[in-house]
């Protein structure tokens, strides 16, 4: 169902610049107010209202570029257009079955007064939920093919907000959370004492990521990001500390420009999403809707599912990615002398997918399987991999042919190193490996400093790289999880196939760091998740002691908390990341990894606040099944919880996974308790979280 109604077209011609600064041209929607303006010296400037109070001050727009350093000012307003659109589409997978798209639409043209007399349009989009904007760039005569050298994009907020951000890294997103306010960024000893992160390239101190959430001392929730990155740099924010603007800072390429553009073109949403409520925050679809809808036609063969994989037994340092010992251990034939430490070989494998057949997890990944980790990282080479060469303990066709007899698909491991020239070049003879052999997915990775040399993972050039790997494993209908790429802005609705990224601080520092405080997980979701589902690696068992040589070394969660993520962190492709044998010594336990489901028909956001606590209800893709899962950070919390979202009338079988009396992250992660119990929507349930701890529920509909 799509309505659209156009009802306002106008074109107006001014004689000064500054007739819009008397009356901006205004939309609202609900609780939100944009204004529109150009000032005295032909600046477009943008104001944003929540609930009648100022959300954002007056803040400015527009470019540098290279052939025109003030393509921000000296702009005439020339005419405006509105209209409104209310439609609802089904996602292919996600987190409900239904989107609405509700917006009112204000697009601006502006021409400058003198010069060239270029033209620039700003097209604004207000939901009931906050605003996204973005700049085209229309066909005209003098303009062709430019260069940005800046985007002045500005975001001034009234206050010295509260702020959850990482530093304004151009290769990495992995940093644990700081929270302050405005006027204490400062990401430079963040950066400095980050040493377990590979690659660390922030040169602008008072720099941020978005998705950047904030909290104004009087309430107001508000989160800064962006939609539909494609052919540009990914946008960083650089924090005033003294007026509390930010404004837009784009990641450079290896020459130090930041965009390479070709009229007519545009570029992506800026998103603000605003709420007196935190749990709006993360209800909102304002990121997916501002995408454009799936390539992709045919998309039967997009199936979410769970898996297991020969992968955290590497990071704690149990077996190894590479086969030899390093590439010189060599014997008389110049063969590879084995180290009897290879993870990914054949008896290993089997060993993960028998597990997979028993416990309904539907596939398995295989990380090392193919020749080349001896000399894989740190030397900014660029042919490092070729993709379909697997060591000789690794039979890849005999370990096809057992996952299928067993019902289990396999998930392809493509390591780049961070050579996506090299990637690039074989991206049609690995996809066409993956197809071979039955491989439905695939994961990629992109540790290391960039190839070309001199791009960063977060430029416009990489941007485009990894698009162009979505495509391609698209046409071998192939799904895509994405390691070390560029933070998501909802592509997941124009390529669905592109299930989940990293892109984000996950389990994995646990492994081998510091790993992440009990806060981390309840600011992921206000933060790296507002753009798209993050493959965390949840289902870590063996809590502590699991790190050879490093006795003291332990996840900053409880068990429970670990099964509860399944439910707070999304992800389509969700892995049970532990080893088998941690598992089976927790059967009980599993049963809720074995049992929760990967795909939605709808989602309640029970209870939110960013870095305290989180609970979500989620019920299963065609079913009338619901599971739940709270998440607290280092305090210990009671929650009570309405189950009303439940249907009236229907009975239901629920268990309860939870911290037991004596659990703690730090003295006691793994103690847990089972209670069992019938629920109807007039239940209600205290449940008390330990600190770093957590509650998972399984809510079957009664036979």
């Known amino acids: 169902m799509k309505k659209v109604f156009a009802y306002i077209v106008a074109l107006s011609f001014f004689n000064v610049a500054y007739a819009q600064e008397k009356s901006p041209v205004s939309v609202t929607m609900n609780k939100v107010k944009l204004e529109f303006m150009v000032d005295q010296a032909g600046q477009p400037a943008y104001a944003l209202f929540y609930n009648q109070k100022p959300a954002l001050k007056k803040s400015f727009l527009g470019f540098s570029l ?9 702009f005439k307003l020339i005419g405006t257009a509105k209209k409104q659109v209310d439609e609802n589409w089904k996602p292919v997978w996600g987190e409900v079955s239904t989107i609405r798209n509700h917006y009112e639409e204000l697009t601006v043209h502006l021409q400058q007064q003198s010069g060239l007399q270029r033209k620039l349009d700003i097209i604004f989009r207000v939901f009931e939920d906050g605003v996204g904007f973005r700049y085209e760039f229309p066909k005209q005569e003098n303009l062709n093919y430019f260069i940005v050298t800046d985007e002045h994009t500005e975001f001034t907020l009234t206050g010295d907000h509260k702020s959850f951000w990482i530093p304004g890294d151009y290769d990495s997103n992995e940093y644990i959370y700081t929270t302050s306010k405005i006027s204490g960024i400062d990401n430079q000893p963040v950066v400095n004492a ?10 602008d101190r008072y720099s941020v990521q978005t998705p950047l959430m904030l909290k104004s001392d009087d309430g107001l929730y508000i989160n800064i990001h962006e939609a539909a990155l494609l052919n540009y740099p990914a946008m960083q924010l650089h924090a005033d500390r003294g007026t509390y603007k930010l404004t837009a ?12 553009l070709n009229a007519p073109c545009h570029t992506p949403w800026r998103t603000i999403i605003l709420s007196d409520k935190a749990t709006d925050i993360l209800s909102s679809k304002l990121i997916l809707n501002l995408n454009d809808p799936s390539l992709i036609e045919n998309t039967s063969w997009i199936k979410p599912m769970k898996f297991v994989g020969v992968w955290w037994e590497m990071q704690i340092g149990k077996s190894t990615w590479s086969y030899a010992k390093n590439r010189d251990d060599k014997d008389a034939d110049g063969k590879l002398i084995p180290s009897g430490l290879h993870g990914a070989n054949t008896q290993n494998v089997k060993r ?3 597990f997979a057949a028993k416990n309904n997890i539907q596939a398995v990944l295989v990380e090392g399987w193919n020749t080349g980790w001896e000399d894989w990282f740190g030397n900014w080479k660029e042919n490092v991999f070729d993709f379909v060469t697997p060591y000789p303990d690794f039979d890849i066709k005999g370990i096809s042919d057992y996952a299928a007899a067993k019902g289990i698909k396999m998930i392809m491991h493509n390591e780049t190193s961070g050579s996506a020239t090299n990637y690039e070049r074989q991206l049609d003879t690995a996809y066409r490996l993956m197809n071979k052999y039955g491989y439905p997915a695939v994961k990629t990775g992109y540790v290391g400093k960039i ?3 001199g791009e960063h993972h977060d430029g416009q050039w990489m941007v485009q790289h990894y698009a162009r790997v979505a495509q391609k494993a698209a046409d071998h209908l192939v799904m895509l999880d994405a390691h070390e790429p560029n933070r998501p802005t909802g592509l997941q609705r124009t390529y669905p196939n592109w299930m989940a990224s990293e892109s984000g601080r996950g389990n994995e520092y646990n492994a081998f760091s510091t790993g992440n ?4 997980e309840t ?5 790296r998740l507002m753009g798209g589902p993050m493959d965390y690696t949840p289902g870590i068992f063996k809590l502590k002691g699991y ?3 490093n006795a003291g070394r332990q996840l900053h969660t409880t068990l429970a908390k670990q099964l509860a993520l399944y439910v707070t962190l999304y992800s389509p492709l969700q892995m049970a990341a532990d080893l088998p044998e941690n598992y089976e010594a927790h059967p009980d336990a599993f049963q809720f990894i074995s049992d929760v489901a990967v795909d939605w028909d709808d989602t309640k956001i029970l209870e939110a606040e960013p870095g305290d606590y989180l609970t979500i209800a989620r019920k299963a893709k065609g079913t009338g099944d619901w599971f739940l899962g709270a998440i607290t950070n280092e305090n210990r919390r009671t929650t009570s919880l309405n189950l009303n979202f439940l249907e009236k009338g229907k009975s239901y079988d629920a268990t309860i996974y939870m911290d037991a009396p004596n659990a703690d992250w730090k003295t006691n992660p793994e103690a847990y308790q089972l209670k069992k119990m019938k629920v109807t929507s007039s239940t209600k349930l205290n449940l008390k979280l330990a600190a770093g701890g957590g509650a998972a529920l399984s809510i079957k509909l009664s036979k």
């Open 352 to 354: 993960y997918i028998d």
């Open 451 to 453: 190839i070309p040399r």
């Open 194 to 203: 980050a040493t377990d992160i590979a690659v660390r390239t922030a040169p």
């Open 249 to 260: 800072s784009l990641v450079p390429d290896a020459v130090g420009n930041k965009a390479y």
């Open 66 to 74: 290279a052939d025109d350093s003030t393509f921000y000012k000296g």
């Open 517 to 520: 405080p009990p806060a981390h």
């Open 547 to 549: 790190a050879p040589g």
């Open 523 to 527: 600011i992921l979701p206000f933060t």
